[in-house]
């Protein structure tokens, strides 16, 4: 330990001590009041891994702050109690603390489920679900106000008695009705609600009364607040209304936990922000209260923990995603085995899951979200039941991870790539533009397999299904990846696209070949990219070739750039980035054929064709699975030469990192063991 003592120092928050200074904030999981088991399962491996502190999501205290289809935590009556005490006994068994984030959504709840009225400032269209809800608001009443402060003080008892030592008053992310009423972009009452900031502040400082009256002899009263907008002086800024309203409220509640808001800029991704990046606007908050203070900047490393608590910006060190892309952070930093920790990549892979009340997955730890219904835990898998050696074809992300975890079950495996380095689409996808962090996703793999004995990994093996008999190997998994597909067919058009073989028609894989080599082929002069895909590539190279000089046209079936990086909280800043880059944007427009000097597109609106002038084509429509090594040993399977025959990954169906992870983990976990193909592999409640 030594350098990171400091981490774990016992904190005071009001009533209750944290066991240490790592504390793992709200976050969002899709589990919630639906599948409390699975909730407190996830929790309670937090505490378990050394967070001092764990928390809830957001609460909801009351049917008129639904925010359904997205599932949160409910303590609306006596009912939702014994769901969260099953949290926060898990919490508990591990000696850390609980915290409940209490939440009425007003303006952002669009009441789905409970069909109640939603109450607002004013009455204004309903900023949450997709943001373009037809619901509007009602104004709130006095006889609103002192309901939703009644439905907050009896939850905070509720809390209590369930268990709970810190319970929030939450005005962040822009998601709550503290923060509405703060916010002068939707409150412009005229009553002592709005006006001055007094007047604005006035809820807030309400709620905290409220819950310190109602529980602060037994409980910890956190607020949660953003203390900047990022919407310079339309919005709440860290150096004007954030730092008074602060100063205003100092030293109310036990804790502060601050950040910048909306949940985009919280929860910035790797590609857009790095670690450490609410510091400039947080750093103020310390100079205005004696409260301990929480902040959030997807800290990873251990040294820019203790960097930030030593310089005096926080005093714990809040986490999300690093807590669930390694619920054992703070024990392996206990332990001295920082290399060890598996860090977050900034993806938001376990952010997308929630506008969709799925549960939560992460591409680092494909154990999250299922520690009950999988039984899976993040660092122990149940030892091999047989001694059979294992080779696995193709070291990326799914072949490491097969490999890694197979390794930690015993078996002696052997890890083949065609390649002369490890990592597979990870290592190239990397190289583009602000994908840097993506590649931990390797580096964590190939450092654990280091320090297993039993896997041995042969890179520059292109492997035949010759090569493979020829082992000796009885045991295969096949993680041979996809490629991306030449001939431009993808989910829209569903068919090749006409001139796809033209000389000047390249893939993402083809550019992704001359990054690697620093021979870039591309013609100089205008690129159309055709975006069929929709997650990051088309986006990310359009952003490369601009960076490059070239002139981008990006065309795209889909109703945005990158449409499914909306669920990452991506999109608008690639759009951004796109236009400040002059990228010709078109969306709704398919590619009709491709000639030498132009392409001609199809309006989806009108029809309308258009001739586009270009020096080359790149093509991001569907990738083809490489399944030629598997097919080609389907026969040895038959005739006994094999005794098992695995195809994981993007080899078995191209998806996402996180799925490719998750496919390697749970061959490895599923090997040797007798799989019921008939029956559901997870638990389910609900
Ligand atoms: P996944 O996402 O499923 O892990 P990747 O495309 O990232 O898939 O990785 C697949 C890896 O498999 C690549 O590194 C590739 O070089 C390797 N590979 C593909 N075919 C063979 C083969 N026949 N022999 C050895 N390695 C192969
Ligand atoms: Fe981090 Fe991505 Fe995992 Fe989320 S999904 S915790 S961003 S690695």
Request: with cysteine; hydrophobic share 40%.
């Amino acid at each position: 330990m030594g350098d990171y003592d400091i981490l774990f120092e016992p904190v005071r928050i009001g009533p209750r001590v944290a066991p240490n200074r790592f504390y793992q904030v709200p976050h969002c999981n899709g589990l919630g009041h639906l599948r409390p088991r699975s909730h407190a399962a996830m929790r309670g491996v937090k505490a378990e891994g050394g967070w001092g502190v764990v928390c809830t999501e957001e609460v909801e205290i009351h049917p008129s702050g639904d925010i359904a289809p997205c599932i949160e935590g409910r303590i609306w009556d006596d009912h939702d109690v014994a769901g969260h005490r099953l949290m926060t006994e898990a919490v508990h068994a591990h000696g850390s603390l609980a915290g409940i984030e209490l939440t009425h959504a007003g303006l952002d709840a669009p009441n789905h489920y409970s069909h109640l009225t939603p109450i607002g400032p004013r009455s204004e269209g309903v900023l949450g679900g997709t943001g373009f809800e037809p619901v509007q608001s009602r104004a709130m009443t006095r006889r609103d106000f002192a309901d939703v402060r009644r439905w907050h003080r009896t939850a905070a008892l509720r809390a209590r008695d369930a268990g709970f030592d810190i319970v929030y008053c939450y005005a962040a992310h822009g998601l709550t009705l503290p923060m509405q009423l703060l916010s002068r972009r939707h409150n412009d009452r005229t009553d002592e609600y709005g006006g001055s900031l007094a007047n604005r502040v006035r809820f807030l400082r309400e709620l905290i009364e409220d819950t310190r009256d109602a529980i602060g002899d037994d409980c910890a009263v956190a607020v949660r607040l953003a203390v900047d907008e990022l919407l310079g002086p339309a919005g709440i800024t860290h150096d004007g209304e954030g730092a008074e309203i602060v100063a205003m409220l100092a030293e109310l509640p036990d804790l502060w936990d601050v950040n910048i808001s909306d949940w985009s800029n919280d929860s910035a991704t790797s590609r857009f922000a790095p670690e450490g990046h609410q510091e400039p606007y947080i750093a103020f908050v310390k100079s205005l209260t004696t409260k301990p203070l929480v902040g959030v900047g997807r800290y990873t490393s251990p040294d820019a923990m203790v960097s930030a608590v030593r310089r005096g910006v926080l005093d714990l060190v809040g986490a999300a995603r690093p807590s669930i892309a390694d619920p054992f952070l703070p024990a392996k930093v206990r332990a001295g085995r920082v290399e060890a920790i598996r860090e977050c990549i900034g993806c938001n892979i376990c952010v997308a899951t929630d506008p969709k009340g799925l549960p939560i997955r992460c591409t680092q730890n494909p154990t999250m979200g299922e520690e009950w219904r999988r039984g899976w835990h993040p660092e122990w898998i149940p030892e091999r039941r047989t001694g059979a050696d294992v080779l696995v074809v193709g070291a990326g992300p799914a072949g490491l991870e097969a490999a890694r975890a197979l390794g930690q079950r015993g078996h002696r495996v052997q890890l083949l790539d065609a390649r002369p380095e490890v990592g597979g689409r990870v290592s190239r996808e990397s190289l583009l533009p602000g994908l840097g962090a993506w590649r931990r996703v390797v580096d964590w793999r190939v450092g654990a397999i280091r320090e297993l004995p039993a896997v041995e990994v042969f890179p520059g093996s292109a492997m035949s299904a010759e090569d493979v008999l020829d082992a000796g190997a009885r045991h295969v998994v096949v993680a041979t990846g996809a490629t991306w597909r030449r001939d431009g067919r993808g989910r829209s058009t569903g068919a090749a696209v006409t001139g796809h073989g033209l000389a000047h028609v390249s893939t993402p894989d083809d550019v992704l070949d001359d990054l690697e080599s620093g021979d870039w082929r591309l013609p100089a002069g205008r690129i159309v990219i055709y975006d069929d895909d929709h997650y990051v590539m088309g986006g990310l190279l359009a952003e490369l070739l601009a960076g490059r000089g070239h002139q981008v046209t990006l065309l795209t079936p889909a109703p945005l750039p990158s449409y499914w990086t909306q669920f990452t909280l991506e999109q608008e800043r690639i759009e951004r980035r796109l236009r400040a880059l002059g990228v010709q944007v078109h969306t709704r427009t398919t590619l009709q054929y491709i000639a030498s000097d132009h392409v001609v597109s199809e309006s989806l609106i009108d029809g309308e064709w258009t001739e586009r002038p270009c020096a080359g084509v790149v093509l991001v429509g569907d990738r083809a699975p490489s399944i030629a090594l598997h097919d080609a040993l389907v026969p040895a399977l038959a005739d006994g030469r094999l005794a098992s025959l695995r195809l994981i990954g993007d080899a078995e169906a191209p998806g996402l990192i996180a799925q490719a992870v998750f496919s390697g983990h749970r061959a490895a976990r599923q090997f040797g063991e007798e799989i019921d193909p008939d029956a559901v592999e997870f638990l389910r409640e609900g």
